[in-house]
């Protein structure tokens, strides 16, 4: 049956550029070349019995059987047997080597991907959504892995079987090889057809499988906003419609099958009627032996299946090129954070400056981010406010090099972020998001995202440092408590606490906070309070602040305004200044409960 692999018109790759992907997809398949030799000797090995079964069975015939010739008639069944067995070790041995080999490549392929995704600064994920990459390290893979497990092998062999099944059809007999052969345009019309229409059947499938799965996806998640407007006999509805088009989908996808099968079919038995009839006239007459026709007649089959078989793998090979293009397409990216040769590491410590600083972001033409001057000095608390959308989480990330400026520099003791070893970069600065992601594990292993090699004790000192070890040492297995999925198993504040822990296990010099807008309860909320004051401490920090207390507790604020830096001073300067922080706080102590 047909495997099912189709390419759209726009991902559908030109001669050249196939040319191109394969030969660099043979590049770095260099270290499977070895089993990729192997593979080829064994699969010559397993096509070995369906070209000599014919050669044999014709000797047997006029050999053995028209001449009653006994001992040649055991030779042809004894070398039979042995050609057999030897078939079918070769059989067993091509799957496994040639699995080797390309779940080999797939595997430095994956893992290459893998690295390169990882290495990519945050502009790469904005030009890239998660989905896309994902279904590059999935979808795209699992249409290779289709290549790699059965199509090349099948590609092989069937290249094998059509050449040499036609060189010993024509050394039995020219002509009724040429007799045989008169289906084969019709044969080949029909193939090209079906590649056509499989192609286009299958992406229907494809794309109505996509629909299903969305809707599916789409109703569990808003089940509740679907209940409670009382919209399920709609939703349903909905659904039949969707469902009902992907059995027809597939309905066609298999009449598209059947009519080609049918023909290729019909057209060998069309052909093996043709041979048997003018063969039989023609070893009546004694111009070819009886077991000249038999042996042609088996070998046509075996002529007409490989035309078969690559007619399905011309859509695979076009499915496999277009994805490793897209593969490849992501290996090309430079990261945007990038260490440049010759960089330094940054001083232990320092003044932070952002200098005549402007960004937009990728895909987007508006800056969000202009002329902002500030210089931080050493140990200095600055925290940035302003209304939603002003672009104080993006100079946060300016500051920590998550970004690159568009415009103007960032420096830290006088080196401009561009110039450090990522390495430096990563240890004085450290960024705490609003919402730290936690990773499947314990909190031990959570902790240790920010430094692999840290020891328990480092961790019980880190955890010492912000005070909030004995939180921590009350879960039922202490810090080789598992979090469960995305840290279900903590509450909020305890999520964040292990966000402060990982920046106190660095222990940088300047952090960079996104104070979390998530209200916790009173006791949570003094804890991560307390943990914030002294992992703060000494350090410069950049906090993105959305409650007046930590507000007030910061040496400087600086107001973000539409992207420009609108004022910058003290609390009591800024109240005095009255313009936007003054209304600003105005508007935070009237919302405060009394
Ligand atoms: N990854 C992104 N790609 C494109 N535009 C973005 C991206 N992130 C933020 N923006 C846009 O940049 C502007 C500034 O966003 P930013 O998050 O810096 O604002 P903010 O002042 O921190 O706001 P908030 O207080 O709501 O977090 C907004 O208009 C936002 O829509």
């Given amino acids: 049956m047909w495997g099912g692999s189709a390419v759209s018109e726009e991902d559908r790759l030109d001669a050249d550029e196939a040319k191109q992907v394969l030969r660099r997809a043979a590049r770095f398949a260099k270290p499977q070349r070895k089993l990729a030799l192997a593979t080829l000797g064994f699969v010559t090995l397993a096509t070995s019995t369906t070209i000599i079964g014919p050669l044999l069975l014709r000797y047997g015939i ?63 994920f904005d030009r890239n959504k998660a989905g896309v990459l994902v279904s590059r390290m999935t979808a795209d893979m699992e249409s290779m892995s289709e290549l790699v497990q059965w199509g090349l092998l099948q590609f092989v062999s069937a290249a094998i079987l059509l050449v040499f099944a036609l060189i010993v059809l024509l050394i039995m007999s020219w002509e009724l090889t040429l007799l045989g052969l008169l289906v084969m345009p019709f044969i080949i019309v029909a193939t090209r057809r079906f590649q056509r229409d499989s192609n286009e059947a299958y992406l229907e499938v494809r794309e109505r499988v996509g629909e299903n799965l969305s809707a599916i996806q789409e109703n569990i ?137 402007g960004f937009t972001y990728p895909r987007t033409s508006t800056p969000v981010l202009a002329d902002v001057d500030l210089t931080i000095a050493s140990g200095e608390r600055i925290a940035l406010v302003g209304p939603t959308g002003a672009g104080k989480s993006t100079l946060a990330k300016l500051v920590a090099r998550l970004y690159d400026p568009t415009e103007g520099h960032v420096r830290f003791g006088g080196v401009d972020l561009r110039d450090a070893t990522l390495a430096s970069l990563r240890n004085r600065i450290v960024v705490v998001p609003q919402e730290g992601f936690l990773f499947d594990g314990t909190i031990a292993d959570n902790l240790r995202i920010a430094r692999p090699d840290a020891t328990d004790d480092d961790l019980v000192r880190a955890l010492d440092a912000i005070g909030v070890r004995a939180r921590f040492e009350e879960f039922p297995d202490g810090l080789a408590t598992e979090v469960r999925e995305r840290g279900s198993r903590l509450s909020a504040g305890e999520r964040q606490l292990v966000s402060l822990a990982r920046a106190a296990l660095v222990d940088p010099a300047v952090l960079v906070l996104d104070e979390a807008t998530s209200s916790l309860d009173p006791g949570t909320e003094a804890l991560v309070e307390q943990a914030f004051e002294r992992l703060t401490d000494g350090r410069t920090t950049i906090v993105v602040a959305h409650r007046l207390s930590t507000v007030q507790r910061a040496d400087r604020i600086a107001v973000v305004e539409r992207g420009r830096l609108a004022e910058l001073g003290t609390h009591a300067e800024l109240v005095e200044l009255d313009g936007h922080y003054a209304r600003l706080a105005a508007a935070w102590t009237a919302s405060q409960p009394v």
């Avoid at 969707?242 to 996808?253: E, F, K, M, P």
């Avoid at 026709?293 to 277009?322: D, H, K, M, R, W």
């Avoid at 593969?327 to 990261?335: A, C, G, K, R, S």
């Fill in 62 to 124: 006029d050999e053995g059987i028209a001449k009653g010739d006994r001992g040649a008639l055991n030779l042809a069944i004894g070398i039979y047997i042995v050609v057999v067995i030897v078939a079918l070790i070769g059989s067993r041995q091509q799957y496994i080597f040639v699995n080797r080999a390309g779940e080999g490549f797939l595997r430095s392929l994956r893992l290459r991907l893998f690295a390169h995704i990882q290495r990519q600064g945050l502009a790469f």
């Fill in 221 to 357: 998640t808003g089940v509740r906003v679907i209940q409670a407007s009382v919209r399920e006999g709609e939703q349903r509805r909905r659904f039949a419609v969707i469902n009902r088009q992907l059995y027809d989908a597939h309905l066609h996808s298999v009449k598209v099958s059947t009519w080609y099968f049918g023909a290729v079919e019909f057209f060998g038995v069309l052909a093996t009627a043709i041979v048997i009839g003018a063969g039989g006239w023609l070893a009546s007459s004694g111009q070819v032996s009886t077991g000249t026709v038999v042996g042609v007649v088996l070998l046509l089959s075996s002529l007409f299946e490989p035309v078969q078989q690559l007619s399905q793998l011309y859509n695979t090979l076009q499915a496999s090129t277009a994805s490793l293009a897209k593969m490849f397409q992501i290996l090309d990216t430079t990261p945007d954070v990038d260490e440049h040769h010759g960089a330094v590491d940054l001083p232990e410590s320092g003044e932070l400056a952002v200098d005549g600083v």
